[in-house]
T-cell receptor, first 114, second 115 residues
Framework: GNSVTQMEGPVTLSEEAFLTINCTYT??????LFWYVQYPGEGLQLLLK?????DKGSNKGFEATYRKETTSFHLEKGSVQVSDSAVYFC?????????????FGSGTRLLVRP | EPEVTQTPSHQVTQMGQEVILRCVPI?????FYWYRQILGQKVEFLVS????????KSEIFDDQFSVERPDGSNFTLKIRSTKLEDSAMYFC?????????????FGPGTRLTVT
């Protein structure tokens, strides 16, 4: 079946460190890929997306590239800030799916220390 | 910026009671969803709704669950007879799904505690 696997957290970094959160997927077709972020006490916010192979999604200094050959969509940021502390979810959906439901990974908590 | 809202933010209920979770999707969106997240686990799809009917539901969404869009703005999830294992955070989401814009926008969630 279709699934998303994320690296276990928590990930603890110092401010200005480089961030990578790994995400790989298993899918029967060619999904669209997303990263959502959940700040403490808030709902899920779309961070970035990519809809086809080699697309790069980017927003707020975060980037992720859709790699079909490795079935991956790793999230990166060059210099994290304390305000980036949150839980990050990788997710996929299929545009041919009748409902476009999202399939999520288990989430990775990021803690950035000053 | 338009946003999805959910009420209540926290609901405590006794096992066997009925609960209704409410959501107000973004006004021009036509596709609506419920997801849930049991503490420490993945966010799981429950149901999608379009044109006043369910378009897809998961195995979790059994006969105890129902959804409704009673008027032009609200979208509700009803659990008829709650069980302990229904304790979770429930998220509502909506999507425009027009001209390639099919991202889902989520509400802040309702934390349901069944005692």
């Amino acid at each position: 079946g279709n699934s998303v696997t994320q690296m276990e957290g928590p990930v603890t970094l110092s401010e200005e460190a480089f961030l990578t959160i790994n995400c790989t997927y298993t899918a029967t077709g060619y999904p669209s890929l997303f990263w959502y972020v959940q700040y403490p006490g808030e709902g899920l916010q779309l961070l970035l997306k990519a809809t086809k192979a080699d697309d790069k999604g980017s927003n707020k200094g975060f980037e992720a590239t859709y790699r079909k050959e490795t079935t991956s969509f790793h999230l990166e940021k060059g210099s994290v800030q304390v305000s980036d502390s949150a839980v990050y979810f990788c997710a996929l959906t299929f545009r041919g799916d009748s409902s476009y439901k999202l399939i999520f990974g288990s989430g990775t908590r990021l803690l950035v220390r000053p | 910026e338009p946003e999805v809202t959910q009420t209540p933010s926290h609901q405590v209920t006794q096992m066997g009671q009925e609960v209704i979770l409410r959501c107000v999707p973004i006004s021009n969106h036509l596709y609506f969803y419920w997801y849930r997240q049991i503490l420490g686990q993945k966010v799981e799809f429950l149901v999608s709704f379009y044109n006043n009917e369910i378009s897809e539901k998961s195995e979790i969404f059994d006969d105890q669950f129902s959804v409704e869009r009673p008027d032009g703005s609200n979208f509700t999830l009803k659990i008829r007879s709650t069980k302990l294992e229904d304790s979770a955070m429930y998220f509502c989401a909506s999507s425009e799904r027009k001209e390639g814009r099919y991202e889902q926008y989520f509400g802040p969630g309702t934390r349901l505690t069944v005692t």
